[in-house]
T-cell receptor, first 113, second 113 residues
Framework: AQSVTQLGSHVSVSEGALVLLRCNYS??????LFWYVQYPNQGLQLLLK??????LVKGINGFEAEFKKSETSFHLTKPSAHMSDAAEYFC???????????FGAGTRLAVHP | KAGVTQTPRYLIKTRGQQVTLSCSPI?????VSWYQQTPGQGLQFLFE???????NKGNFPGRFSGRQFSNSRSEMNVSTLELGDSALYLC????????????FGPGTRLTVT
């Protein structure tokens, strides 16, 4: 069975500071890993994904994540937070044979001036 | 390309009623998945359809059902609504399974009174 744990339901950073959102996964097969962002009253937008190959993946809006198999982690980072980054972020894992996404509980990011 | 569209965006129903939600995937996408999002349970997979066939099903009661048409549009139905069915229902489409990425619609906000 697959599962995702996101450490910290709420994260608050100052504008310009580093953003670090933590995600650990459990999977019995090589996973596909995703980060999605959700703004209020909207659906989910894909930030980035890891399937195979390079373990450091770059996404939209300056975000990146590194797949660390030994640590079963896929943490999301951004060097400098912007006010527009305030949203809820979801880490997800899927079985490579399936379209079924298993989501973490989400982390709400607040960015203050 | 137009994104995933869901109708209606908002819906209010009474306990015991049934409801049908609609999803139009991105043109050319043949796989449609449905998710339920609630504050308590988070994002949970309902089911996935590909080429008019249900490929995967989540752990939901039989009151939740779906179908996909030959043009890849999908509907989900919930019968005998309960208060706990109040949620944001999200539809996602991808070109084919297994998908490297899924594109989400804005969701249908269902309120059961």
């Amino acid at each position: 069975a697959q599962s995702v744990t996101q450490l910290g339901s709420h994260v608050s950073v100052s504008e310009g500071a580093l953003v670090l959102l933590r995600c650990n996964y459990s999977s019995s097969v090589p996973p596909y890993l995703f980060w999605y962002v959700q703004y209020p009253n909207q659906g989910l937008q894909l930030l980035l994904k890891y399937t195979t190959g390079a373990t450091l993946v770059k996404g939209i809006n300056g975000f990146e994540a590194e797949f660390k198999k030994s640590e079963t982690s896929f943490h999301l980072t951004k060097p400098s937070a912007h006010m527009s980054d305030a949203a809820e972020y979801f880490c997800a894992v899927s079985d490579p044979k399936s379209n079924k996404l298993i989501f973490g509980a989400g982390t709400r990011l607040a960015v203050h001036p | 390309k137009a994104g995933v569209t869901q109708t209606p965006r908002y819906l209010i129903k009474t306990r015991g009623q049934q409801v049908t939600l609609s999803c139009s995937p991105i043109s050319g996408h043949r796989s449609v998945s449905w998710y339920q999002q609630t504050p308590g349970q988070g994002l949970q997979f309902l089911f996935e359809y590909f080429s008019e066939t249900q490929r995967n099903k989540g752990n939901f009661p039989g009151r939740f059902s779906g179908r996909q048409f030959s043009n890849s549009r999908s509907e989900m139905n919930v019968s005998t609504l309960e208060l706990g069915d109040s949620a944001l229902y999200l539809c996602a489409s991808s070109p084919y399974p297994p998908a490297y990425e899924q594109y989400f619609g804005p969701g249908t906000r269902l309120t059961v009174t």
